[in-house]
């Protein structure tokens, strides 16, 4: 029985995708939920599985094609075993355009991608002669650079010199190969950075400091963190919670911080739905604590901690960082003392945390050591006035300092 595979559903904010990488070729068997291909798209990686075990037999789309929602994809014939189909003879496939079978002068086939068949082809190489480390044996140009570098480095007999019954070899110094790649850039990391430019093209972009002294912070964490691990199902108490529950009291005080611009037009958010930004193998993501204020220190935590999880294996859905009213982005888990964070638009603020650094502070005429933390918040000037901005990171200091606050909402 033939079935037609086609994309998911696109949400309106994704008007396409681009296919990314086919996992299987035609005539492959496939067993059932097993991936067939990934479609990149300008927020998430969406896969695509098989319905049923059987052969996937057509592809429509080859890697690169950009397709929309509900587009065919592929033909794949359910129920029917590998050997018991027979890959029509035509052109390279759409997706077998990355394997070609190239034949040496021994009349062995090998396999390489069409990058190594150039460079093979190039410099006269012998493909039995290349250590492969792709997919089924196969050659991929990495291995033919490797190669090459290989006979670059082997030292030539070089002519000698007999000097008062000495031989003396040639100094000359052998350079090996510097390799070069070049590859598109992922749809996500485009939109990353044309919305980067746009943020900074487009709005009045300010940012002001102030720096937090951690300690009552930390106690508390230090005091608790066991108790609440076991309480809370493993759950782990960390410093984002803080921060989190204190920019939405702050953003209570503050609700032009909280607020969008749309055009000539200024929209109050009666509600909190808090951006935290997460680095990924494919970039900057930032998912969305949805409703941030109904939740305590443990949920905000553990829906940190998933979408930490689903970030490293590309799992996070549009739904996940669609929306949002206010951004904080975590630099000092890579070490950073001080940024100046970028407006996530259509926001009009973003709170940037850094590295805690023991400094000597000056407390009530005395000099003492703390663990103290840069707070920067970069607002749209256009909708914030500076005083207002000053005034919501100073009352985050306040919260966080004084955490019972945070409880009291005071």
């Known amino acids: 029985m033939s079935i037609e595979i086609k994309a998911p559903a696109l949400p309106e904010s994704v008007p396409d995708g681009t296919i990314a990488t086919w996992y299987k070729q035609e005539g492959e068997a496939v067993a059932r939920d097993e991936l067939l291909v990934d479609i990149e798209t300008d927020k998430v990686l969406l896969e695509v599985v098989a319905p049923d075990n059987g052969v996937l037999k057509k592809i429509n789309k080859a890697e690169g094609d950009t397709i929309v929602s509900n587009e065919l994809l592929a033909i794949f014939e359910a129920g029917e075993a590998a050997s018991t189909y027979v890959k029509p003879e035509k052109a390279a496939s759409p997706s077998a355009l990355e394997s070609q079978v190239v034949e040496d002068n021994s009349n062995v086939e090998v396999l390489m991608s069409p990058a190594a068949k ?3 082809e190039e410099n006269s190489l012998s493909p039995n002669t290349i250590k492969s480390t792709g997919k089924d044996g196969r050659i991929t140009k ?3 650079l490797k190669h090459l570098e290989g006979k670059s480095n082997e030292v030539p007999a070089s002519p000698t010199s007999i000097q008062s019954g000495s031989v003396v070899s040639d100094p ?3 350079r090996g190969a510097r390799a070069e790649e070049r590859v598109p850039m992922t749809r996500l990391r485009a939109k990353v950075a044309e919305r980067l430019l746009a943020a900074t ?3 009045a972009m300010l940012t002001t400091f102030n720096e937090v002294n951690m300690q009552p912070v ?3 964490r230090n005091r608790y963190k066991d108790l609440f691990e076991k309480k809370h199902d493993g759950t782990r108490l960390g410093f984002m919670s803080f921060f989190v529950r204190a920019s939405i009291e702050a953003l209570k005080q503050y609700p032009a911080v909280n607020a969008s611009i749309d055009g000539s037009d200024i929209i109050y958010h009666g509600y909190q739905d808090i951006g935290v930004a997460v680095s990924s193998p494919r970039g900057l993501v930032v998912p969305v604590l949805r409703d941030a204020d109904a939740m305590g220190l443990a949920a905000i935590e553990k829906n940190i901690r998933d979408y930490g999880v689903k970030a490293r294996d590309g799992k996070l859905s549009i739904d996940d960082m669609s929306g ?3 951004t904080i982005s975590n630099g000092g888990v890579f070490g950073s003392l001080l940024s ?7 926001q009009t603020a973003i709170l940037g945390m850094h590295k805690i650094q023991e400094r000597p502070m000056a407390v009530d005429g005395e000099v003492k050591i703390l663990p103290m933390m840069y707070l920067a918040l970069s607002y749209d000037h256009r909708m914030i006035d500076g005083k207002e901005a000053v005034q919501f990171l100073v009352t985050i200091k306040d919260l966080l300092e004084d955490p019972a606050r ?3 909402e005071v």
């Open 340 to 346: 100046t964070p970028i407006l996530n638009p259509p």
């Open 201 to 203: 093209n487009t709005t």
């Open 172 to 174: 000359s110094p052998v």
């Open 406 to 408: 945070i409880l009291l």
């Open 324 to 326: 949002g009213t206010f």
């Open 118 to 120: 150039k460079l093979v």
């Open 218 to 220: 930390m106690d508390i």
């Open 142 to 144: 990495e291995d033919v």
